[in-house]
C-alpha cells in the first residue's frame, strides 16, 4: 500500500466523529508484544509495544484521530513525489518508470504525455537525447488493449540501430504489462522470424519505413486493430530517402488513428506530412539555446593526418574516459583504426556498413555491457546508437558537413548526461571550425595534446 493510499484510508477514518472504534485489550487473557521500535498500525497510528511485557486488563481508551503520523510525514519528506506521478499514467507503467529510477519527466515528456493520453495527434520538435522516446512509447502503452493480439501502435524509425532501441524501449516501459509484446522489423535481418513473431500476435511494431512497406505489401502485417502511429527522427528519414515509403504507410492507415510526429527540425517537408495527414495536432517545441546538448563539452585539437593515430592514442590515455564513439569518413579506415587501438590492449570494434546485421547488434550490446569500451564506425553505421555510458565522442575525420558533426556528438552527454566531445582538425582545414561553431551555436575550445 502506497502512502497516499494510507493517507487517504486514515482520512476516512476521521472524517466522522461519531465513526471512532474504540479498542481495548481483553482483561481476562495476558497480551504478549514482542518489538524494539514503535510500529505503525494499519489506520496510520503509532502504537507503542513493549518489549515481552504482558498488557493486562487495561480500560477501553479511543483511539486518537490523527491525519498524518508523524513517521509518515517523515517518509514523505525523504522519498518526494514522483513527476510522473501527475501525467495520469496507469499504475504498470508508473511501477516501470520508478524501476528504471526516473523521477522527474523531461520537458518534451510533461509537455507531450497528456495530449496524446487525450487522443490528440502531436507535431513535437526536440533534439536527440530528449527524452521523447518516453513521451510517445508510454501514452501509446496506456492505449493499447492487450486482450487484442494485434499491431495498435507503429514505430517508423530510420535506421535498424534505432529500431532495436526504441523496441527495448517499450518493453522495459511496458515490463508489468502481462502479455504485451513489442517487435523491432528492419532490413538486413532475416524475413522468417518477423513472420512467425506477426503471426503470434503482437501488440507494437517499431520498424524502418522499407521493410514495414514490405511487410504490408505481404500481409504480413496488417493495420486495421492500429491506434497510434509515430514518425520519429521524421527528418532523418527524409534525409535517408524514405519520404515515398513513408507517405504510402501514411495512407494505409485507419480513418481513426492517432499520429505523432517527431523531428529535430521542422523543414518544409515536415510541415507538408503534418499538415496533410494530422488532425489539429499540438505542436510542442522544446526550444535550446544550442543546436547540441549543453552538458557536452567540445574541443578540437590542430593535427596532420599523419600524426592522428598518434594523437588519438594520446588522448585516449589522458582523458578518464568510459565508453567511446570514434568517428571516421569511410569504412575503410575503421578496421584499420580498430586494429591500431587493438594492439595497444583497448576493447575495440570496429561498425560500418560491411558488417552483417546480427553482428552489428552484438558490437552493441557488448559496448551497452562493457565487454567492449572503444567503437569506431561510420556516420550511417552509428545513426540512432543511443548507449548511456559513451562519455567520449571523437571525430577522428571531419564531418563532411554540420547535420553529420550535430549528429555525431549527440551520441554523447544525452539525457542530461555529461559528455565530451573531440575534434581533429587539419592544420589547413580551421575554417571550417566556424561553420561548426555557427551550427551548434556553441564554441568549440582549443585543445593541447596531452
Same mark, same amino acid.
Given at each position: 500500500?502506497?502512502?497516499?493510499?494510507?493517507?487517504?484510508?486514515?482520512?476516512?477514518?476521521?472524517?466522522?466523529?461519531?465513526?471512532?472504534?474504540? *479498542?481495548? +485489550?481483553?482483561?481476562?487473557? =495476558?497480551? @504478549?508484544? &514482542?518489538?524494539? %521500535? /514503535?510500529?505503525? $498500525?494499519?489506520?496510520? #497510528? !503509532? *502504537?507503542? +509495544?513493549?518489549?515481552?511485557? =504482558?498488557? @493486562?486488563? &487495561?480500560?477501553? %481508551? /479511543?483511539?486518537? $484521530?490523527?491525519?498524518? #503520523? !508523524?513517521?509518515? +510525514?517523515?517518509?514523505?519528506?525523504?522519498?518526494?513525489?514522483?513527476?510522473?506521478?501527475?501525467?495520469?499514467?496507469?499504475?504498470?507503467?508508473?511501477?516501470?518508470?520508478?524501476?528504471?529510477?526516473?523521477?522527474?519527466?523531461?520537458?518534451?515528456?510533461?509537455?507531450?504525455?497528456?495530449?496524446?493520453?487525450?487522443?490528440?495527434?502531436?507535431?513535437?520538435?526536440?533534439?536527440?537525447?530528449?527524452?521523447?522516446?518516453?513521451?510517445?512509447?508510454?501514452?501509446?502503452?496506456?492505449?493499447?488493449?492487450?486482450?487484442?493480439?494485434?499491431?495498435?501502435?507503429?514505430?517508423?524509425?530510420?535506421?535498424?540501430?534505432?529500431?532495436?532501441?526504441?523496441?527495448?524501449?517499450?518493453?522495459?516501459?511496458?515490463?508489468?504489462?502481462?502479455?504485451?509484446?513489442?517487435?523491432?522489423?528492419?532490413?538486413?535481418?532475416?524475413?522468417?522470424?518477423?513472420?512467425?513473431?506477426?503471426?503470434?500476435?503482437?501488440?507494437?511494431?517499431?520498424?524502418?519505413?522499407?521493410?514495414?512497406?514490405?511487410?504490408?505489401?505481404?500481409?504480413?502485417?496488417?493495420?486495421?486493430?492500429?491506434?497510434?502511429?509515430?514518425?520519429?527522427?521524421?527528418?532523418?528519414?527524409?534525409?535517408?530517402?524514405?519520404?515515398?515509403?513513408?507517405?504510402?504507410?501514411?495512407?494505409?492507415?485507419?480513418?481513426?488513428?492517432?499520429?505523432?510526429?517527431?523531428?529535430?527540425?521542422?523543414?518544409?517537408?515536415?510541415?507538408?506530412?503534418?499538415?496533410?495527414?494530422?488532425?489539429?495536432?499540438?505542436?510542442?517545441?522544446?526550444?535550446?539555446?544550442?543546436?547540441?546538448?549543453?552538458?557536452?563539452?567540445?574541443?578540437?585539437?590542430?593535427?596532420?593526418?599523419?600524426?592522428?593515430?598518434?594523437?588519438?592514442?594520446?588522448?585516449?590515455?589522458?582523458?578518464?574516459?568510459?565508453?567511446?564513439?570514434?568517428?571516421?569518413?569511410?569504412?575503410?579506415?575503421?578496421?584499420?583504426?580498430?586494429?591500431?587501438?587493438?594492439?595497444?590492449?583497448?576493447?575495440?570494434?570496429?561498425?560500418?556498413?560491411?558488417?552483417?546485421?546480427?553482428?552489428?547488434?552484438?558490437?552493441?550490446?557488448?559496448?551497452?555491457?562493457?565487454?567492449?569500451?572503444?567503437?569506431?564506425?561510420?556516420?550511417?553505421?552509428?545513426?540512432?546508437?543511443?548507449?548511456?555510458?559513451?562519455?567520449?565522442?571523437?571525430?577522428?575525420?571531419?564531418?563532411?558537413?554540420?547535420?553529420?558533426?550535430?549528429?555525431?556528438?549527440?551520441?554523447?552527454?544525452?539525457?542530461?548526461?555529461?559528455?565530451?566531445?573531440?575534434?581533429?582538425?587539419?592544420?589547413?582545414?580551421?575554417?571550417?571550425?566556424?561553420?561548426?561553431?555557427?551550427?551548434?551555436?556553441?564554441?568549440?575550445?582549443?585543445?593541447?595534446?596531452?
Amino acid at each position: 500500500m502506497s502512502f497516499t493510499d494510507l493517507n487517504s484510508e486514515t482520512n476516512d477514518e476521521v472524517s466522522s466523529e461519531s465513526s471512532h472504534n474504540e *479498542v481495548a +485489550a481483553s482483561a481476562e487473557t =495476558p497480551v @504478549v508484544v &514482542i518489538a524494539e %521500535t /514503535p510500529v505503525i $498500525a494499519a489506520v496510520g #497510528t !503509532p *502504537v507503542v +509495544a513493549i518489549v515481552e511485557t =504482558p498488557i @493486562v486488563a &487495561i480500560e477501553k %481508551t /479511543p483511539m486518537a $484521530a490523527v491525519s498524518e #503520523t !508523524p513517521a509518515i +510525514a517523515a517518509v514523505k519528506a525523504v522519498v518526494p513525489e514522483n513527476g510522473f506521478s501527475k501525467l495520469g499514467l496507469i499504475a504498470p507503467l508508473m511501477k516501470a518508470i520508478e524501476d528504471s529510477g526516473y523521477t522527474t519527466p523531461t520537458p518534451i515528456q510533461e509537455q507531450t504525455i497528456l495530449h496524446l493520453l487525450e487522443g490528440r495527434d502531436v507535431l513535437g520538435q526536440a533534439q536527440t537525447g530528449s527524452g521523447k522516446t518516453g513521451a510517445f512509447a508510454l501514452p501509446m502503452l496506456q492505449r493499447i488493449d492487450v486482450s487484442v493480439r494485434r499491431p495498435q501502435v507503429l514505430v517508423l524509425v530510420p535506421t535498424r540501430e534505432l529500431a532495436i532501441q526504441v523496441a527495448a524501449a517499450f518493453e522495459r516501459y511496458a515490463a508489468a504489462m502481462k502479455g504485451l509484446n513489442v517487435l523491432a522489423i528492419y532490413g538486413g535481418a532475416a524475413y522468417q522470424p518477423q513472420f512467425a513473431q506477426l503471426k503470434r500476435g503482437v501488440h507494437v511494431v517499431v520498424g524502418t519505413p522499407g521493410r514495414v512497406m514490405d511487410h504490408m505489401n505481404r500481409g504480413s502485417l496488417q493495420l486495421d486493430a492500429l491506434k497510434g502511429l509515430v514518425l520519429d527522427e521524421a527528418d532523418e528519414m527524409l534525409n535517408m530517402g524514405f519520404a515515398e515509403s513513408v507517405e504510402w504507410v501514411l495512407t494505409q492507415l485507419p480513418a481513426e488513428r492517432q499520429i505523432a510526429l517527431f523531428s529535430a527540425t521542422i523543414p518544409p517537408a515536415i510541415r507538408s506530412i503534418a499538415q496533410k495527414h494530422q488532425n489539429n495536432p499540438a505542436e510542442i517545441t522544446i526550444r535550446n539555446k544550442t543546436a547540441t546538448a549543453d552538458t557536452i563539452r567540445q574541443r578540437f585539437v590542430v593535427v596532420g593526418n599523419h600524426q592522428k593515430e598518434a594523437a588519438l592514442g594520446r588522448i585516449l590515455e589522458a582523458e578518464t574516459i568510459d565508453g567511446v564513439i570514434i568517428f571516421t569518413k569511410m569504412k575503410c579506415t575503421s578496421e584499420p583504426l580498430a586494429d591500431f587501438l587493438s594492439r595497444r590492449g583497448y576493447k575495440v570494434a570496429a561498425l560500418n556498413g560491411d558488417i552483417a546485421q546480427p553482428q552489428r547488434e552484438r558490437i552493441i550490446e557488448q559496448l551497452k555491457s562493457g565487454k567492449l569500451d572503444i567503437i569506431v564506425a561510420t556516420d550511417v553505421a552509428a545513426r540512432g546508437l543511443d548507449v548511456q555510458r559513451i562519455s567520449h565522442v571523437i571525430n577522428y575525420d571531419f564531418p563532411g558537413d554540420n547535420e553529420s558533426y550535430v549528429h555525431r556528438i549527440g551520441r554523447t552527454g544525452r539525457a542530461g548526461r555529461s559528455g565530451e566531445a573531440i575534434l581533429f582538425v587539419h592544420p589547413k582545414a580551421q575554417r571550417g571550425l566556424k561553420s561548426l561553431e555557427y551550427a551548434t551555436r556553441q564554441k568549440i575550445e582549443p585543445m593541447e595534446l596531452p
